[in-house]
């Protein structure tokens, strides 16, 4: 089994402390001194995690959505499109239920104060950043859907190119102020949004004959109605205007030039100013050329088309049109409007003779289109993927049925949902204990330093934990004693685990239990005896661990309650905690209150120094740099002093800077 010291970069830490390994404790004269007999609520936790309530809810209605929640935000700018990068993990990952909301609790390092939600469903927003406050983490759509608007003055405070109309006035961001309100995908019960996460985001678009099958194009209508127009999704990074233009079906326009005033709907439809935006309806209007007039509704006999203004939002919130003389790839002789069609036929044509399709177009129901158009101008089409067409998706909604003339490319039906092997939380960090314990001896905390990576399942349905993968790797052993490692499950019973096994290439095993122990009161688990062979051999242990049905994800938020049993060549009762971790049944109670030690096991206090130092510590999503045998913590890490003495208030990112 492979070792797991290379981790991607987390929003907590980079990879240049990938290295790092957790240390504890501090001299009793490098720190404070606490009064005689401390009450428990005197001494620090030496915590470096917290719990927090999330609460996520996209208000929706049969549509479940996968998320996940970063410590910084993972959206990166890529050839104009907003990208999710590749070289950071999720510090949290799930799925809602089919109301768009989940609630649950989850664990944090403290050094985060605030997290970016991202989801690449369609229909909700692409990225948030969330506050982390107090003791929770939440997310409410309703304050978007409530929003606001002032409604169309068919006037604009911006410019705007000639000849253009325009439904109102926006901010500089390119935010209307004539959206109607939410507009709910889930209304149409057809499961639009999922069936188009799956076709657009999931990289049907890749395969040139879907493309090819999904031409972009007019709509067409049949019957007078009133349409909305609702922004879906988008990764562009740049403003992108997008605008239209009706004509009568029987007499299109055989070139740009023959377009007679357009509209501007969205001034500028982009990922990162339009977050608040997605899914409100801005209602279209029929611009009459004979009256002169807007009109709520669009009459039968005429044509809709679409099209964007490729980066055409200033950072003044004025649109404009762009000019270039390269176009997906190829040299042009002559400077060239960025103007993109949803219909190919308007759109230039390459020197290869080729229309450049800027759209994909697909009808569901007798209501509904959607149209996902591509803004790249820098790559060829289909070359190295460059092309994907989810720059702008929009859908437009015919509020009488049957309107639209439907007889073009279809939406797929398969849909994108959440599933218990995709619906995985991701844990890791670093465990290390000193093993002199009860006797603080030299506190350089590196008598034995675990790493722990931690894969957390959980069922779609319950948001129950199903299964457990756990991979730790024994990275350093710089004990006096021979010490085992083992954990605890300490909020489940024994009969909410239904298996446990245990892999791994070095052999070892404990002699005091294989795998989950035996009269313990919850479900406890020891993988070796021996640190120093462990260590020697670079030994690493997969366990993999199946529950009941009524795990909650609180209930096991790794790393549990790790422990190492110390001196275990002469017996099992020597245990080593977290401070405030519980001890197991085969625990020596004798033992606490001996030497430095001023456990309270009455009042729940476990584990503590009469220095207040602890003897164990965990780091989350923290690869630990431990100090030299004999090296005591402060003079390796000057700032854990003060953070021990602020009670975590100081200096909680001290194991960022060791000065060694």
């Known amino acids: 089994m492979k070792r797991f010291k290379q981790l991607a970069k987390t929003g907590v830490l980079y990879s240049s402390m990938a290295c790092m390994m957790l240390l504890v404790a501090c001299h009793e004269k490098d720190l404070y001194v606490e009064p005689e007999q401390p009450s428990p609520g005197e001494y620090f936790d030496f915590a470096t995690t917290a719990t927090y309530n999330l609460d996520i809810n996209y208000r929706l209605t049969n549509y479940a959505v996968s998320f996940e929640l970063y410590a910084e935000n993972p959206l990166t700018e890529v050839d104009g499109s907003y990208e999710k990068a590749t070289n950071i993990t999720p510090i949290y990952k799930a799925a809602t239920d089919l109301n768009g909301r989940l609630k649950t609790k989850i664990a944090l390092p403290l050094i985060v104060d605030k997290l970016y939600l991202y989801s690449d469903y369609i229909g909700v927003n692409r990225c948030v950043e969330l506050p982390v406050s107090g003791t929770s983490v939440a997310y409410d759509a309703e304050a978007l859907k409530s929003k606001a608007f002032t409604g169309a003055s068919l006037r604009s405070s911006h410019a705007y190119p000639e000849g253009y109309l325009v439904l109102g006035d926006w901010d500089d961001?390119?935010?209307?102020?004539?959206?109607?309100?939410?507009?709910?995908?889930?209304?149409?019960?057809?499961?639009?949004?999922?069936?188009?996460?799956?076709?657009?985001?999931?990289?049907?678009?890749?395969?040139?004959?879907?493309?090819?099958?999904?031409?972009?194009?007019?709509?067409?209508?049949?019957?007078?109605?009133?349409?909305?127009?609702?922004?879906?999704?988008?990764?562009?990074?740049?403003?992108?205007?997008?605008?239209?233009?009706?004509?009568?079906?029987?007499?299109?326009?055989?070139?740009?030039?023959?377009?007679?005033?357009?509209?501007?709907?969205?001034?500028?439809?982009?990922?990162?100013?339009?977050?608040?935006?997605?899914?409100?309806?801005?209602?279209?209007?029929?611009?009459?050329?004979?009256?002169?007039?807007?009109?709520?509704?669009?009459?039968?006999?005429?044509?809709?088309?679409?099209?964007?203004?490729?980066?055409?939002?200033?950072?003044?919130?004025?649109?404009?049109?762009?000019?270039?003389?390269?176009?997906?790839?190829?040299?042009?002789?002559?400077?060239?409007?960025?103007?993109?069609?949803?219909?190919?036929?308007?759109?230039?044509?390459?020197?290869?003779?080729?229309?450049?399709?800027?759209?994909?177009?697909?009808?569901?129901?007798?209501?509904?289109?959607?149209?996902?158009?591509?803004?790249?101008?820098?790559?060829?089409?289909?070359?190295?993927?460059?092309?994907?067409?989810?720059?702008?998706?929009?859908?437009?909604?015919?509020?009488?049925?049957?309107?639209?003339?439907?007889?073009?490319?279809?939406?797929?039906?398969?849909?994108?949902?959440p599933t218990d092997e995709t619906n995985v939380v991701e844990y890791w960090g670093t465990l290390a204990f000193e093993d002199n314990w009860p006797y603080k001896h030299d506190y350089d905390m590196n008598d034995v330093v675990i790493y722990y990576k931690s894969r957390v399942y959980k069922s779609v349905s319950s948001n129950e934990v199903v299964k457990i993968e756990d991979e730790f790797a024994v990275a350093h052993d710089g004990a006096t004693f021979i010490n085992g490692f083992g954990y605890q499950f300490a909020q489940l019973s024994n009969s909410q685990v239904t298996n446990v096994s245990v892999e791994t290439q070095s052999g070892l095993s404990s002699t005091y239990a294989n795998g989950l122990e035996a009269d313990q009161n919850h479900p406890t688990i020891l993988l070796y005896d021996n640190n120093k062979v462990a260590s020697e051999m670079n030994a690493t242990f997969k366990v993999t661990t199946t529950f009941a049905s009524g795990v909650s994800e609180a209930s096991v938020i790794p790393p549990y309650n790790p422990f190492i049993f110390i001196q275990s060549n002469s017996g099992r009762g020597r245990e080593l905690h977290l401070v405030n971790n519980t001890p197991t049944a085969k625990m020596d109670e004798k033992l606490f209150q001996t030497a430095d030690d001023e456990s309270q096991p009455n009042s729940g206090l476990f584990y503590v120094s009469d220095n207040n130092l602890p003897f164990a510590i965990h780091l989350s999503h923290t690869y630990f740099e431990w100090p030299n045998e004999s090296k005591i913590i402060t003079s390796y890490y000057p700032q854990f002093a003060d953070w021990a003495k602020s009670k975590g208030s100081q200096n909680n990112r001290w194991y960022l800077s060791p000065e060694k």
Request: with cysteine.
């Open 173 to 417: 961001k390119g935010e209307p102020d004539y959206l109607n309100g939410y507009f709910d995908l889930s209304d149409l019960a057809t499961g639009v949004a999922a069936r188009l996460t799956h076709s657009m985001v999931k990289g049907l678009t890749q395969d040139k004959s879907f493309v090819d099958a999904h031409p972009g194009g007019d709509i067409k209508i049949t019957s007078p109605t009133a349409i909305s127009c609702v922004l879906l999704y988008s990764k562009a990074s740049k403003g992108q205007p997008l605008c239209y233009y009706t004509y009568p079906t029987d007499t299109p326009p055989a070139s740009p030039a023959d377009i007679i005033n357009p509209v501007l709907a969205y001034p500028g439809a982009q990922t990162s100013n339009f977050n608040g935006q997605m899914g409100h309806d801005l209602v279209l209007k029929y611009w009459n050329e004979e009256t002169g007039e807007f009109e709520d509704e669009f009459p039968a006999g005429v044509s809709i088309g679409m099209f964007f203004l490729q980066e055409g939002l200033d950072n003044k919130g004025n649109v404009v049109i762009n000019t270039d003389n390269q176009l997906e790839g190829q040299k042009l002789s002559e400077k060239t409007d960025m103007i993109f069609y949803a219909n190919g036929d308007m759109n230039q044509k390459l020197p290869n003779n080729a229309d450049a399709q800027r759209a994909i177009t697909m009808y569901d129901g007798d209501q509904f289109v959607a149209l996902c158009f591509e803004s790249e101008i820098k790559h060829e089409a289909f070359k190295n993927g460059s092309w994907d067409y989810t720059d702008i998706i929009m859908g437009l909604y015919c509020h009488e049925a049957g309107s639209f003339d439907t007889n073009l490319p279809r939406l797929p039906e398969e849909k994108e949902e």
